[in-house]
């Protein structure tokens, strides 16, 4: 298993995981690849991608987003999605994109890695809770929805 950032080239692979990991979730994506192109590899990323492959093919991916910690005065990144491909399920890719996203936080002198996890995940919450992952107890997500 090779764990390593996307580039642009990767955009096409990328949105097809999206694409299946909205299924999985029972939603859809509304973002193209021309919209991934331009937000995570254009002048000014919004987010950054790994990418798991084994024998050369995509199997999965973490995206992220950077943070700032105003109260610890440091940064931190935030996982937004991640997605191992069924086939690809049990042989250490998620865990191989979690461990290579927590060295980029070790690197860039971060105090946290975050995540939200679906309440139904069950599957989920269990496997960030085996890397280490704890429930923030007391916080409750919340969004406004601008469109």
Not at 18 to 39: I, K, M, W, Y
Not at 76 to 105: C, N, P, Q
Not at 122 to 134: D, M
Request: glycine content about 10%.
């Amino acid at each position: 298993m090779i764990v390593r950032l996307a580039q642009a080239a990767d955009v096409p692979a990328i949105h097809g995981l999206l694409t299946e990991l909205a299924a999985f979730e029972q939603g859809s994506v509304d973002a193209t690849p021309a919209d991934l192109a331009r937000d995570g590899f254009g002048p000014r990323p919004l987010f950054e991608v790994l990418l798991a492959e084994r024998d050369g093919q995509p199997v999965g991916m973490l995206i992220f987003l950077s943070l700032y910690s105003s109260w610890r005065g440091r940064p931190a990144l935030m996982i937004h999605d991640l997605f191992v491909r069924e086939a690809a399920r049990g042989l250490g890719a998620g865990k191989a994109l979690v461990t290579h996203l927590s060295a980029i936080a070790r690197e860039r002198g971060c105090c946290r890695v975050d995540v939200n996890v679906l309440d139904w995940n069950a599957r989920a919450r269990g496997f960030y809770e085996s890397l280490g992952f704890g429930h923030n107890e007391g916080w409750l997500g919340y969004r406004l929805p601008l469109s």
